[in-house]
């Protein structure tokens, strides 16, 4: 478990799908996810993570709001898998909409950074998206994450003619 000053990032618990799904499964939250998704893609997503924080120490975990408990997304840390940064880790992170805009994700994200730098040998961690997604790009480079076109990949997930198939890739090295 990591604790910030607002907020928990903890390993997912039974009865988190619903209320991740709940809170994450909407048309603005999904947009650059691929819409809205069926419940089994959740199942899939919290089983890969647990099976992550078992293996490894690390997931996407759930963060919580401090002050009230309240599942505001996901944030931290996975092996990639896919494209040129396959045996990467990825930082990535999803909050629900009313977390938007709070520096939540960015407290989260620093918080796994962080983590991640005292725990792993990486050295670096990779961020994906789409072009499109600004919001997420933005906070890479607020991060101190840095584009890096060589890296960019098709998508597995999506047909090459898909507006979400063409990810971008932003790096940050391990710091000295």
Request: glycine residues 8%; proline residues 5%.
């Given at each position: 478990m990591i604790e910030t000053e607002r907020l928990t990032l903890r390993p997912w618990r039974d009865g988190d799908v619903d209320s991740f799904m709940g809170a994450t499964n909407?048309?603005?939250?999904?947009?650059?996810?691929?819409?809205i998704q069926p419940r089994a893609t959740f199942e899939g997503a919290a089983e890969r993570s647990r099976a992550s924080q078992e293996a490894h120490g690390h997931c996407l975990w759930i963060v919580e709001r401090r002050a009230d408990a309240a599942l505001l997304g996901f944030c931290g840390l996975k092996l990639l898998g896919i494209g040129p940064v396959a045996d990467d880790i990825e930082i990535g992170w999803r909050l629900r909409e009313d977390a938007w805009g709070?520096?939540?994700?960015?407290?989260?994200?620093?918080?796994?950074?962080?983590?991640?730098?005292?725990?792993l040998d990486a050295p670096?961690?990779?961020?994906?998206?789409?072009?499109?997604?600004?919001?997420?790009?933005?906070?890479?480079?607020?991060?101190?994450?840095?584009?890096?076109?060589?890296?960019?990949?098709?998508?597995?997930?999506?047909?090459?003619?898909?507006?979400?198939?063409?990810?971008?890739?932003?790096?940050?090295?391990r710091p000295a």
């Open positions: 909407t048309p603005a939250v999904m947009e650059h996810l691929g819409g709070q520096g939540y994700a960015r407290e989260a994200a620093e918080a796994s950074l962080a983590w991640g730098w005292a725990n670096r961690i990779v961020a994906i998206t789409v072009e499109a997604n600004r919001r997420s790009w933005g906070l890479m480079e607020r991060l101190g994450m840095q584009r890096r076109a060589d890296l960019d990949f098709g998508h597995p997930n999506f047909a090459p003619d898909h507006p979400l198939h063409r990810h971008i890739v932003y790096v940050i090295e």
